[in-house]
Nanobody
């Protein structure tokens, strides 16, 4: 089970932090990260942290967003700086557990211009 928190409404240029904690059968998690889905668009990868410290970011967020993962606590956070209106979306926490993806409930991020 993935429980996400954070999100909300912020002005353009502002910052927000998303957090997510995994519970239950946590052995076997190989990656945790964040995806987002804007209205009328497909869900897209924002950032992901894989075992071994490998991180990947969407080009649109590089230099603005930072993912951090604590493998001992099975938590993942996303620090979002210099937010833009186009970052407005529902953000979903994701974990890969024995190669299967699991999703959190989604949290709304709205950036006003």
């Amino acid at each position: 089970q993935l429980q996400a928190s954070g999100g909300g409404l912020v002005q353009s240029g502002g910052s927000l932090r998303l957090s997510c904690a995994a519970s239950g059968s946590i052995f076997g998690i190989s990656a945790m990260g964040w995806y987002r889905q804007a209205p009328g668009k497909q869900r897209e990868l924002v950032a992901i942290d894989s075992n071994g410290g490998i991180t990947n970011y969407a080009d649109s967020v590089k230099g603005r967003f930072t993912i951090s993962r604590d493998t001992t606590k099975n938590t993942v956070s996303l620090q979002m700086n210099s937010l833009k209106p186009e970052d407005t979306a529902v953000y979903y926490c994701n974990a890969v557990h024995f190669l299967r993806p699991y999703w959190g409930q989604g949290t709304q991020v709205t950036v006003s211009s």
